[in-house]
């Protein structure tokens, strides 16, 4: 899921929200041919690897965009657990479970990303924890019903499609070989959720105004995910001209909400947004305005959910210990062998 984030990705193109600008500093002479070369490799489209040179900002803005983007993975899997022993079938249960398991699969991916930059997934969720680092705000708010489980399928899983496809084709090889097998499976995550609210919708009554509820309270804050407006996000502009962001936040907002409407229209379901109206000389959907005051309520901390989710993480940490340990005795004990060896 999930992301960005960001995007998104959440305020880049990974669903993870913006932080204070990275600033590109100025070059000794002695690194002028590494950049240079890196500027060609940018211009040519030839992935930067982990061994090539890159510029401390790039490698910064890469740390903070893929860890948010693993923390999203792995936070997002704790509102939909909330509803693994209380799916209405076996075959629904086996299914989300199956879900929530890509989910970690996702972050494994995305913290091993991370690591080709040198950076510790100790260290990384050390950050989380001390709050220095964020995850995707959409995570934040709390499953109330089943139908909640069908939306964030159908729209957070949406946006994060939406989010993450660019990701594919971005400046960063290890990063961008990761998101091939995310966004594919991110896309039988979408088709899941939209599975579900389609049996809600058809349903009865109840199960109809169960699916507009849901998507009711799950719209803007899904449309919150990929970031704030384009002239508030601060990132952007560096991130894209690096290549680590391909699209902007508002152009990828208005594909969500042009990709969604027909199919809420499909399933019977309204849009809550008294402004939405198509516009026809744009050929695109006008929207209403979205309440950043909330988003940034969420990603300071404010949100419905932050303080269970951080301390769910916290618990994780803290429990795994013993794990870590042994892990980190073994590891020692083999290099003690081989040494004497």
């Known amino acids: 899921m999930h992301t960005n984030a960001t995007s998104a990705t959440e305020g880049d193109a990974s669903k993870m929200p913006e932080q204070a600008p990275e600033q590109a500093p100025e070059h000794s002479p002695e690194q002028a041919p590494e950049q240079a070369r890196f500027e060609r490799q940018l211009d040519q489209g030839i992935p930067i ?60 991916y995305l913290y091993s ?74 896309s039988f995550h979408q088709r899941q959720g939209f599975a579900i609210m389609t049996v809600l919708a058809r349903g009865t009554r109840e199960q109809q105004d169960m699916a507009q509820d849901a998507l009711n309270r799950w719209w803007w804050p899904v449309l919150m995910m990929f970031g704030p407006p384009d002239h508030e996000s601060t990132n952007s502009d560096q991130s894209m001209r690096w290549g680590i962001k391909l699209h902007s936040n508002d ?13 809420a229209q499909f399933l019977g379901l309204s ?51 013993w794990v870590r340990e042994a892990l980190e005795a073994h590891a020692q004990k083999q290099a003690t062998a081989v040494a004497a060896a």
């Open 271 to 321: 849009i809550p947004d008294e402004q939405l109206a198509w516009n026809e000389a744009r050929g695109r959907y006008d929207y209403g305005a979205i309440d950043w005051d909330e988003f940034r309520r969420v990603v300071n901390g404010d949100g419905p959910c932050n303080q269970e989710r951080l301390a769910a993480r916290q618990r994780a940490w803290d429990e795994g210990a």
């Open 113 to 186: 990303a991370a690591e080709t930059l040198g950076v510790t997934r100790d260290a990384m969720t050390l950050d989380l924890l001390a709050r220095r680092a964020k995850y995707s705000s959409i995570f934040n708010y709390p499953t109330l019903s089943w139908a909640d489980i069908g939306a964030i399928g159908w729209l957070v899983d949406g946006a994060a499609i939406i989010n993450q496809i660019p990701l594919c084709h971005c400046s960063y090889g290890p990063y961008a070989r990761a998101m091939v097998r995310i966004c594919k499976e991110e």
């Open 251 to 263: 152009e990828l907002r208005q594909r969500m909400v042009d990709q969604t409407v027909p199919q």
């Open 49 to 108: 690897e982990s061994a090539d040179w890159m510029p401390a900002a790039y490698r910064k803005t890469l740390i903070r965009q893929i860890s948010q983007h693993a923390h999203s993975e792995i936070v997002g899997m704790l509102p939909e657990g909330n509803w693994l022993t209380r799916a209405p079938t076996l075959e629904r249960k086996s299914i989300l479970l199956a879900k929530v398991q890509d989910e970690a699969g996702h972050g494994l």
